[in-house]
């Protein structure tokens, strides 16, 4: 372009997506006007010696270059991207255009997007197992009260007052509006929680009875599962057996045989006088509570399972306390005698005073199954009665008595031993044991490994964990 002026040389340029670069020439006689150039291509600006300037364009392009003795002035523009003072420099100092802040923030897009979905997934799924939880309690007849989380949290005065902790939760005193005490177990957690709660509700919600801790009434709000209790002031059988607090005393014969015969009689309910038949699965001192009269009462039914009366035997997963778990259960194919058996071993350590897996003890006396082998081998029954208490010392005859019971319940074929409500007539004298007892106990084994853990037991009990326990019974 001829006779233009520099500005419009560059306006032209600025204007042209295509142009890369303008080149203005003029005379040094006529300043304002001269040639506009626009090359198609630039290769490169290099500055010879002198003060002559040569610009390499396009290979079909001519060479213009700048000279004092033609009196000719060569002005060339090129066109760059305009880059913040902030973008990251190279070693050079030159600004570049690093992609890499857009590809992260697209990733963190695609992540976040993942995240919002797999929630959203997740809170569905849970508002539908929720539902159906609410369903399959609105369907049992005869349900207890159904409590506002808001309700039991003021009971509680905010779940303040702990009375004990378990695996999945734990269980808090309260105080309802009419001035009722109550225990409130606060269930923590899925899947298990879930079903233990479910469990709980179906079994005892709808049945009744003196030796069995009476579900009050429960709450399903949301994510809060919920059980209330009455309250058992004594707290549970542990305590007393195992002298967890010294200043306790040591319990006499009278109160031991009424806790046994109350642990009896609901365990007996529970088998044979219930519409179905209910297999408690997890009967241990924990689980047996003691109320201000000392009548033992069964509870935490969290892993229960109900079966059809005419239905003998049933297939089960492997569940409960070690210690307590019957032989059978390695088979999985288990009766109503599996309670029968833990109902012996909680005899006996009532009778004894300890654990059944002692640690503290001496290595030959740490298994009481073990120990109470070995003395009825050698008739020296008495010799592992509870020695802190002198009043089961005078009552020699029906402590020897109720060990035979026990060891009857302990018998290592299922078929040997007699069903509970058997037991609960032996206890009030219309039966005899029976004089055919095998003293030699098997003792369950242990898997080596395995993926559950008994959330239940004391930190000081060493005996080897196996399965998940739902949270005792409120103190």
């Given at each position: 372009?001829?006779?233009?002026?520099v500005e419009n040389c560059k306006l032209t340029c600025l204007t042209n997506c295509s142009c890369k670069a303008a080149i203005f020439q003029y005379n040094s006689v006529n300043t304002s006007m001269g040639e506009c150039f626009l090359p198609s291509e630039i290769f490169?600006?290099?500055?010879?010696?002198?003060n002559n300037c040569r610009v390499t364009v396009s290979s079909n392009e001519t060479l213009y270059t700048s000279s004092q003795e033609n009196n000719i002035t060569i002005i060339t523009f090129v066109k760059v991207q305009n880059i913040p003072a902030s973008a990251p420099k190279n070693r050079k100092g030159n600004n570049i255009v690093l992609p890499i802040g857009s590809s992260l923030g697209a990733f963190f897009r695609v992540l976040l997007l993942i995240g919002a979905v797999i929630l959203y997934l997740q809170k569905k799924?849970?508002?539908?197992?929720?539902?159906?939880?609410?369903?399959?309690?609105?369907?049992?007849?005869?349900?207890?009260?159904?409590?506002?989380?808001?309700?039991?949290?003021?009971?509680?005065?905010?779940?303040?007052?702990?009375?004990?902790?378990?695996?999945?939760?734990?269980?808090?005193?309260?105080?309802?509006?009419?001035?009722?005490?109550?225990?409130?177990?606060?269930?923590?957690?899925?899947?298990?929680?879930?079903?233990?709660?479910?469990?709980?509700?179906?079994?005892?919600?709808?049945?009744?009875?003196?030796?069995?801790?009476?579900?009050?009434?429960?709450?399903?709000?949301?994510?809060?599962?919920?059980?209330?209790?009455?309250?058992?002031?004594?707290?549970?059988?542990?305590?007393?057996?195992?002298?967890?607090?010294?200043?306790?005393?040591?319990?006499?014969?009278?109160?031991?045989?009424?806790?046994?015969?109350?642990?009896?009689?609901?365990?007996?309910?529970?088998?044979?006088?219930?519409?179905?038949?209910?297999?408690?699965?997890?009967?241990?001192?924990?689980?047996?509570?003691?109320?201000?009269?000392?009548?033992?009462?069964?509870?935490?039914?969290?892993?229960?399972?109900?079966?059809?009366?005419?239905?003998?035997?049933?297939?089960?997963?492997?569940?409960?306390?070690?210690?307590?778990?019957?032989?059978?259960?390695?088979?999985?194919?288990?009766?109503?005698?599996?309670?029968?058996?833990?109902?012996?071993?909680?005899?006996?350590?009532?009778?004894?005073?300890?654990?059944?897996?002692?640690?503290?003890?001496?290595?030959?006396?740490?298994?009481?199954?073990?120990?109470?082998?070995?003395?009825?081998?050698?008739?020296?029954?008495?010799?592992?009665?509870?020695?802190?208490?002198?009043?089961?010392?005078?009552?020699?005859?029906?402590?020897?008595?109720?060990?035979?019971?026990?060891?009857?319940?302990?018998?290592?074929?299922?078929?040997?031993?007699?069903?509970?409500?058997?037991?609960?007539?032996?206890?009030?004298?219309?039966?005899?044991?029976?004089?055919?007892?095998?003293?030699?106990?098997?003792?369950?084994?242990?898997?080596?490994?395995?993926?559950?853990?008994?959330?239940?037991?004391?930190?000081?009990?060493?005996?080897?964990?196996?399965?998940?326990?739902?949270?005792?019974?409120?103190?």
């Amino acid at each position: 372009m001829e006779n233009v002026g520099v500005e419009n040389c560059k306006l032209t340029c600025l204007t042209n997506c295509s142009c890369k670069a303008a080149i203005f020439q003029y005379n040094s006689v006529n300043t304002s006007m001269g040639e506009c150039f626009l090359p198609s291509e630039i290769f490169s600006l290099r500055r010879n010696e002198g003060n002559n300037c040569r610009v390499t364009v396009s290979s079909n392009e001519t060479l213009y270059t700048s000279s004092q003795e033609n009196n000719i002035t060569i002005i060339t523009f090129v066109k760059v991207q305009n880059i913040p003072a902030s973008a990251p420099k190279n070693r050079k100092g030159n600004n570049i255009v690093l992609p890499i802040g857009s590809s992260l923030g697209a990733f963190f897009r695609v992540l976040l997007l993942i995240g919002a979905v797999i929630l959203y997934l997740q809170k569905k799924r849970d508002l539908e197992e929720e539902e159906e939880d609410d369903e399959c309690i609105d369907e049992l007849p005869g349900l207890s009260t159904r409590f506002s989380y808001e309700d039991l949290k003021s009971a509680t005065e905010n779940f303040s007052k702990k009375l004990g902790q378990g695996g999945f939760g734990s269980v808090f005193e309260g105080t309802m509006g009419n001035g009722t005490k109550v225990a409130v177990k606060r269930l923590n957690g899925i899947g298990q929680v879930k079903k233990s709660f479910l469990a709980e509700v179906k079994t005892i919600g709808n049945i009744h009875h003196v030796n069995l801790v009476r579900l009050i009434g429960y709450c399903a709000e949301k994510s809060e599962r919920l059980l209330v209790y009455e309250y058992m002031c004594n707290g549970s059988l542990d305590k007393w057996i195992f002298r967890k607090n010294e200043e306790l005393l040591p319990l006499e014969w009278r109160l031991r045989r009424k806790i046994i015969s109350g642990m009896a009689k609901g365990l007996a309910y529970l088998h044979e006088e219930c519409r179905q038949k209910i297999l408690h699965l997890d009967i241990k001192p924990q689980n047996i509570l003691v109320d201000e009269n000392f009548e033992g009462k069964v509870a935490d039914f969290g892993l229960s399972k109900l079966i059809a009366k005419e239905q003998s035997r049933v297939v089960a997963s492997m569940q409960g306390t070690p210690g307590y778990m019957a032989p059978e259960w390695m088979s999985s194919v288990i009766t109503d005698k599996v309670d029968v058996y833990s109902f012996g071993v909680v005899v006996l350590e009532i009778l004894c005073g300890r654990k059944n897996l002692d640690r503290n003890q001496p290595e030959e006396e740490m298994h009481l199954l073990s120990l109470f082998e070995r003395k009825a081998a050698d008739g020296q029954l008495m010799d592992i009665i509870d020695k802190s208490s002198e009043d089961m010392q005078l009552h020699v005859a029906e402590v020897t008595e109720m060990l035979r019971i026990a060891a009857w319940c302990l018998q290592s074929e299922f078929t040997k031993r007699p069903p509970i409500s058997v037991v609960v007539k032996v206890l009030e004298g219309l039966m005899e044991v029976d004089s055919d007892l095998d003293f030699r106990f098997t003792k369950l084994p242990v898997p080596k490994t395995t993926p559950f853990v008994d959330n239940n037991r004391d930190a000081s009990d060493d005996a080897t964990v196996l399965l998940p326990q739902v949270l005792s019974g409120p103190r």
